[in-house]
C-alpha cells in the first residue's frame, strides 16, 4: 500500500507559478509509473503529467510549455513545477502511483493522494 501525501497548492494570480510535491510512503522510482491529475467540481478527473520509472515524461497539451513533472527518487519526492498559470487550471490537483508504462488515463493508477487546492484568479 502506498501513501501519498500532497503539498504546495494555494491561490495565484494569472502569470504566476506554484510548484507541487508529493510524498511517497515507499520509494516507487523503479516500480511504479507516477501522475499528476487534477480535477473541478461536476468533471472527470483530468490527466496532467506523468513520468515513467525510466524517467520518460509526458504532459497534456493543455499545459505543454508550462508545467514540468519531475521526481527526486532519494527524497522519494513527485513534483509537478506550473508556471504561467491560468484561471482554466483552477483545480484540485492529485498524484498517483500507477503500473510501469502507464499513461495518462486515472484507470492506470492504485493509490491516490488526498489532493491539494491550485486556485488561478485573473
Known amino acids: 500500500q502506498v501513501q501519498l501525501v500532497e503539498s504546495g497548492g494555494g491561490s495565484v494570480q494569472a502569470g504566476g507559478s506554484l510548484k507541487l510535491s508529493c510524498t511517497a510512503s515507499?520509494?516507487?522510482?523503479?516500480?511504479?509509473?507516477m501522475g499528476w491529475f487534477r480535477q473541478t467540481p461536476g468533471k472527470e478527473r483530468e490527466g496532467v503529467a506523468r513520468?515513467?520509472?525510466?524517467?520518460?515524461?509526458f504532459v497534456a497539451e493543455s499545459v505543454k510549455g508550462r508545467f514540468t513533472v519531475s521526481r527526486d527518487n532519494a527524497k522519494k519526492t513527485l513534483y509537478l513545477q506550473m508556471n504561467n498559470l491560468q484561471p482554466e487550471d483552477t483545480a484540485k490537483y492529485y498524484c498517483?502511483?500507477?503500473?510501469?508504462?502507464?499513461?495518462?488515463?486515472?484507470?492506470?493508477?492504485?493509490?491516490w493522494g488526498q489532493g491539494t487546492q491550485v486556485t488561478v484568479s485573473s
Open positions: 498517483a502511483a500507477g503500473r510501469p508504462g502507464c499513461g495518462l488515463r486515472s484507470s492506470a493508477y492504485d493509490y
Open positions: 515507499e520509494n516507487t522510482s523503479s516500480s511504479r509509473c
Open positions: 513520468i515513467w520509472t525510466t524517467g520518460g515524461t
